[in-house]
Structure formats: C-alpha cells, structure tokens
C-alpha cells in the first residue's frame, strides 16, 4: 500500500520555487502580497449557502479525468465552493501575516497529506501545522474522513472543486480558510529529494522492517544518515519493526514527526546557496506537479523573506512544526481519529490565528464521537 509520506514534499516545493522567483528577480523591488479580505460569515446565512457557510453551487462542470472516482456516498451533483473565509466575528487581521493550505495527494486522488501553515512577515517565523488524515468531517455524510475531501469535489469539479472541497472541510476544523492552497501529486516527492542531492535524517532508533508482498525492506541504524529519495520514503514510512527489533515511539504520531524531519532537512538543503545552480531543474519540477494561487507576482516576496531566514543565525529553527493531538475512535466499525475542541483552539491562537481576535471552539465544527 502506498502511503501518504509520498507527499510530503508539498511545503518543500513551495520553498524551491519562492527560492526560484528570489534568484530570477534578485535585484527588483517586490511587495508584500496584499492581506486576503476578511469574509465572515453571516450569522443568518442566506440562500445557496450551508449551514457552515459554504456557498453550494449545482451545476456539473466537465470531468478533467476520466479515472473514476468512488464517491463515497456523496451527492453526485453537488459541488461546494467556500463562500465565506472567516466566522462571523472577524473584521480585523494581523499585518504582514499570511496562512496557506498544503495537500499532498496519492496518486492524485486521496489527499493523505495535510497541512495548514503560516509565515509572519514581522517575526520572520514559519508554523507548520499537520492535520490527522483520519479526522472526521460533515456528520451528515456517512462515513466521510478529511482524506477523501479533495476526490468528492474533484469528482465534477475537477482540481478547483477538489481544492474547494478541501478548503471546505479543514475551515470546519480550523475555523477559516488559509489565504494559499499548494497542492501537489506525491510523485513530486522523488524528484525534489533527488535534485538537491539526497537529505541528511538524524535516525531515532534502529529501523528494520521487511514485507515481501510490497517488495519493500526498511533498515537503518541508528544517527545521522544520508537518504535519497527511496530512502527518505522508507523512513518515513517505518512505525513497526520485526520480531526483535523496536517500534517506532508514537505509533502514528512517530511516523507524522518522521514526516516533518524530512521536510526540514529538504529545507534545509534548498536553503543552501548552491541550491540555485538547480534552477532549471526546479522549475520544471514546479510547472508539473504543483497547482496553487500563489502568484508569480507574490513569489519574489516570499523568496526574499527565506533568503533572509537562511542568512540568519538558526536557519530553519525559524520554521516550528506541530500535530493537531488525536485520540482514535470507532464508530459503525469505522476507524477515526478525534479532535479535541479545546486542544485545537489552544494551538491555533498561538500559532496560525490570522485574526486579531482568538478563535473559540465555537468557531469550529469540529465532530466528536
């Protein structure tokens, strides 16, 4: 089975092509992006939109793929599209301060990675935020988990109804639509940790594990180890070892930590000057597999802010990564991982808030067992 470490390069390509815009426009003058407008949603709603503020949209664009898609009990003439960004209560936002939605997808279908991260302009910090696949979302469909939000809206409305979909369903968990979606396919995964020639992990612990039904053999020591891009997916897939050898610390969460390790060591390794001599080949790996909003106009900005992150004492340590804690559930024979309102709150308002005012848990809709 493959899994969905595949996509993980995500927030490692971003940071390739903003360090691509900052070497092409090195000496221009760039801008901020200019702050998303703050839509809230009314208290009374109104027509064509849901009960979460979702304007709902019925007519059937055409198809952008012939693959079939289970929809999993969805409606198959409904696509939904964000209408509102942000709750009721929300005028103001904080300056300099952007947020962004990123989507890993396996085999461009199911969206096994995802994250909401932000970055302020004013600290010059980066939060990173990944949100349990297995999560819960729309009590009224059955059986529906945050991994399929992309394939129902990608269904009829191809990758803008996927990415709706997705915006859709995380607003429902955090509260407000992230300014930038990045979405990209998990094969992007191989080709970014080879092109900056291989990363360096820090292995916890000694790893070994076979499956000869996968043809898959997982085996590392313990320390610092040099992975290319088959090794770096090995490793980021181990949670259990064989008959006499340890498991990984955290089951599921040990393998989210393991995802982030490898994230921040391909930043790291994009962030170094020599980097940019792979400008070509960056750029090609960004028109094939990534579709996003952010534009070539907002690019050189962000590429400035990373250039400064790396010149700076720490580097990456300016880039702190979280996972939203779960507790896993049951229900109907159904596996799920829960959110805790108030757990998810707390993070929130002190990471990727964008308000000036805090979130509450009313703000969210997040579904409990």
């Known amino acids: 089975m493959r899994v969905f470490y595949k996509s993980m390069a995500i927030t490692m390509l971003v940071v390739a092509v903003l360090l691509i815009a900052g070497a092409i426009l090195l000496n221009q003058v760039t801008q901020p992006p200019e702050q998303r407008e703050v839509l809230s949603r009314p208290d ?37 599209f964000p209408m509102y960004n942000a709750p009721a209560w929300a005028e103001d936002r904080r300056e300099y301060f ?86 990209i396919d998990y094969d992007t995964f191989f080709t970014i940790i ?68 490898v994230i921040n060591a391909v930043i790291r390794e994009l962030l170094r000057p020599e980097s940019l001599l792979r400008i070509p080949e960056f750029i090609s790996i960004f028109n094939e597999s990534v579709y996003t909003n952010i534009s070539l106009g907002d690019l050189p900005f962000f590429a400035g802010e990373l250039n400064h992150i790396r010149r700076t004492e720490g580097g990456t340590d300016a880039l702190t990564s979280y996972t939203f804690a779960t507790h896993g559930g049951m229900v109907n024979g159904v596996s799920y991982q829960f959110l805790t309102p108030a757990n998810v709150v707390e993070l929130l308002n002190r990471t990727v808030n964008p308000f000036d005012q805090d979130l509450s848990a009313a703000d969210l809709r997040i579904i409990r067992p």
């Open 44 to 80: 009374d709603g109104e027509l064509l939109v849901d009960a979460d503020g979702f304007l709902i949209v019925h007519p059937n664009p055409p198809r952008e793929t012939e693959n079939e898609i289970d929809n999993e009990n969805e409606n198959d003439n409904e696509i939904i």
């Open 194 to 261: 080879d092109a900056v020639g291989g990363i360096y992990i820090d292995v916890p612990i000694r790893m070994f594990y076979t499956d000869p039904f996968q043809n898959l053999r997982i085996d590392f020591q313990p320390g610092l180890q040099h992975m290319n891009s088959r090794q770096a997916l090995e490793f980021s897939r181990f949670r259990q070892g064989d008959r006499g050898f340890p498991d990984l610390p955290g089951g599921d969460l040990g393998r989210v930590q393991s995802q982030q390790a």
């Open 98 to 183: 952007w947020t962004f939605l990123i989507v890993g997808l396996n085999e461009g279908t199911n969206a096994n990675t995802v994250m909401v991260a932000s970055y302020c302009g004013v600290t010059r910090e980066a939060i990173l935020i990944s949100i349990p696949r297995d999560v819960p979302v729309h009590p009224t469909r059955n059986g529906r988990r945050l991994s399929s939000s992309y394939m129902i809206g990608a269904r009829n409305g191809g990758k803008a109804g996927g990415v709706a979909a997705m915006q859709r369903d995380v607003q429902t968990i955090i509260g407000f639509i992230p300014d930038f979606y990045v979405l």
